[in-house]
Nanobody
Framework: VQLQASGGGLVQTGGSLRLSCLAS????????MGWYRRAPGEERELVAV???????DYADSVKGRFTISRDNAKNMVYLQMNSLKPEDTAVYYC????????????????WGMGTLVTVSS
């Protein structure tokens, strides 16, 4: 199983970015998927999470600005980020809670490599 995140970049305050993450590797099903971020000098924090059924939860700091969604058929999760602020600058990581492959193997607490989002003031 691999998680490949993309969509990061440099954007001005108030701008938007859309992050995408593809989970690949003969995956049969995925439970929760989410986005975390680590700002310079800070601990990694949860940004948003979505269950396989589409239930979402967000960090208070991004509520109303970010939207998480997923396409179960494509094994993808997205993070639409609007009204970006300089404090959103961080490396964003895709995460899956548990995935099952067609061979019956389970992957738990799996992380992607991260994509950098920089918001200029």
């Amino acid at each position: 199983v691999q998680l490949q995140a993309s969509g990061g970049g440099l954007v001005q305050t108030g701008g938007s970015l859309r992050l995408s993450c593809l989970a690949s590797g003969s995956i049969f099903s995925i439970d929760d998927m989410g986005w975390y971020r680590r700002a310079p000098g800070e601990e990694r924090e949860l940004v948003a999470v979505i269950t396989s059924g589409g239930i979402t939860d967000y960090a208070d700091s991004v509520k109303g600005r970010f939207t998480i969604s997923r396409d179960n058929a494509k094994n993808m999760v997205y993070l639409q980020m609007n009204s970006l602020k300089p404090e959103d600058t961080a490396v964003y990581y895709c995460h899956l809670d548990r995935a099952r492959t067609y061979s019956g193997r389970y992957y738990r607490n799996f992380w992607g490599m991260g994509t950098l989002v920089t918001v200029s003031s």
